[in-house]
């Protein structure tokens, strides 16, 4: 979620939103042929978050063995999930956890640094693992899923940047403001509720709890980006989206909203 404090819309403004359009379209048509669509959309997307995500642990050609392992190992990830093996993605937690124990080890006994270790492993859980749970969700409610980090989104960045004075929390995020926390919070409760009285079948109260759950979620995982963003020294995770940045950038409040909501789902459903 990017946001400016009292700033008029800029020129990139138009490529942020006509991106925002054309993968909107490239999402839509994976949710009306999920079948075929759905499995390599969510691949292409986990794998590209998930090697910006490593390209921030190690910049340039450092470690690219054990990038392009953690990417083999996402893969895997993602069709295990895809087929509901839990098991299995289990076992390739455990599998990414000892390749880099036995690099540990290595280094170790050579006198390298060692301070590096599972970054695999979280690269594994944080993406693919997170974008594989979209498998155990009903279209309606990954529609809802996406409803909500747009909704968070938007109120954010549009109510910061019309009333904007207050930073948030300006050592992570500078340009985050309380009006534009405040602007998030209600778009999100409102999308959820009004979706909630159209498809859902839990109550009111439910789905008002729901939303301010889904927004904090997203908002832990904006700010969870923004600090590694902030840690390494970069400001964007990537630069493959025109006005976005990379696909990490897009995607950092759904890696959070996703396992938040499929805790939901799985303790009291609210579709269906």
């Known amino acids: 979620m990017t946001e400016t404090i009292r700033n008029s819309l800029p020129a990139s403004h138009i490529s942020r939103l006509v991106t925002a359009l054309c993968l909107m379209a490239v999402v839509a048509a994976a949710l009306i042929w999920r079948d075929p669509l759905l499995f390599p959309l969510i691949l292409a997307i986990s794998l590209a978050a998930q090697w910006e995500f490593y390209g921030l642990a190690w910049k340039g050609p450092s470690r690219l063995a054990l990038k392009l392992?953690?990417?083999?190992?996402?893969?895997?990830?993602?069709?295990v999930m895809a087929q509901d093996r839990h098991l299995g993605a289990l076992t390739l937690c455990m599998i990414s956890l000892w390749v880099e124990n036995v690099r540990f080890l290595a280094d170790f006994g050579t006198g390298q640094k060692t301070g590096q270790s599972a970054r695999m492993t979280v690269g594994l859980l944080y993406v693919p693992a997170a974008l594989g749970l979209l498998f155990s969700i009903c279209t309606t409610e990954i529609v809802l899923v996406l409803l909500v980090v747009i909704a968070a989104d938007a109120g954010a960045y549009y109510a910061g940047t019309l009333f904007g004075k207050t930073p948030f929390w300006p050592k992570i995020s500078p340009h985050k403001t309380w009006e534009g926390f405040g602007g998030?919070?209600?778009?999100?409760?409102?999308?959820?509720?009004?979706?909630g009285a159209m498809f859902g079948s839990a109550s009111k109260g439910g789905f008002f709890v729901l939303g301010l759950w889904l927004f904090f979620a997203a908002l832990v995982g904006d700010f969870?980006?923004?600090?590694l963003k902030r840690h390494h020294g970069v400001k964007d995770a990537g630069a493959i989206l025109p006005g976005h940045g990379g696909i990490l950038d897009r995607i950092d409040s759904l890696l959070a909203v996703v396992p938040a909501y499929a805790l939901i789902k799985y303790s009291y459903p609210m579709f269906g």
């Open 69 to 79: 392992t953690g990417l083999v190992l996402g893969a895997g990830m993602v069709l």
């Open 184 to 195: 998030g919070l209600a778009a999100t409760v409102a999308v959820v509720m009004i979706y």
């Open 224 to 227: 969870v980006e923004s600090a």
